[in-house]
């Protein structure tokens, strides 16, 4: 079945609008589906709470989806208590598979993140076996939001057993996505070397998600290769840039700050710690951008 028309939740947050405003330039018809509503680029707009399966049904009834992109769920675990983040992630993960799995949607595309493995926002350093990381490291998160992410994915992998399941799950795991000027204020305006980063106070946090990132045009761009793959059952895939967002050495970053990890492929100049090869052999996907452009 041919893909025309789109549902975005969340099509009004961060990456949002990018997401809708590449796929109506591939030509997809693209509804914005948020609690608030308002988009200004989407083609048709609904207020819809995706914790509410029967505004998800009513939605993407009413518009006839082909495919849905679920970024709609809370982005940070900082500005709200845990449990609402955890539902946000899990809870409203399951009704867009159930409704799409009602109404023979064919392709869902799921917001997952870096936290899964145990990354992001956990308290501790994050617990990185080996580097560069991929899909088959180990999952260690203690924090609501990566445990909602994790959960997430394995209640896709669940949904991609059914016989009524959608034909294709993707579930992306998104480093942070700045903006070009968020970019180059963050990384080419500071001083993001390792004394740097710790003086800042941002080491932490750097450290725990492998010094990646990922420009906003990649990320919608991986999004509508998902929809368009061909093949069938869930996948999780890393997303992010070829580059770090540090000028020290990747030899040099795992070295010294993962110093416990197996270095399993060479690390040359600023390369990402990040393997982004099943992106390219699921999808065919590659990152284009770089903060040092």
Partial sequence: MSVNSVVVTGGTGNIGPTVIEHLQAHGYTVTNASRSGGSVVADRDFRTDALNSGDLTATLAAVDADAVVHLGTISTPTNDPGHRVFESNVQSTYNVLEVAAALDIDHV??????????????????????????????????????????????????????????????????????????????????????????EAGFFHTARNTLFSYLGREDAARAVRLAIEAEFEGHEVLWLAAADTSTPVPSATLAREVYPDAEIRAELSANQSLVSTEKANEVLGWKPEWSWRQ
Avoid: C
């Fill in 109 to 198: 595309v799921l917001a997952s993140s870096m936290s899964a493995i145990g990354g992001g926002f956990e308290p501790d350093p994050a617990r990185i076996d080996y580097l560069p990381v991929d899909e088959s490291h180990r999952t260690t998160p203690s924090n609501p939001y990566g445990l909602g992410k994790r959960l997430a994915e394995q209640t896709a992998d669940g949904f991609a057993r059914r016989t009524d399941a959608p034909k294709t799950i993707t579930s992306l795991r998104f480093p942070w996505m700045p903006s070009e000027d968020e970019a180059r204020a963050t990384f080419a305006e500071s001083d993001r070397s390792l004394d740097g980063l710790r």
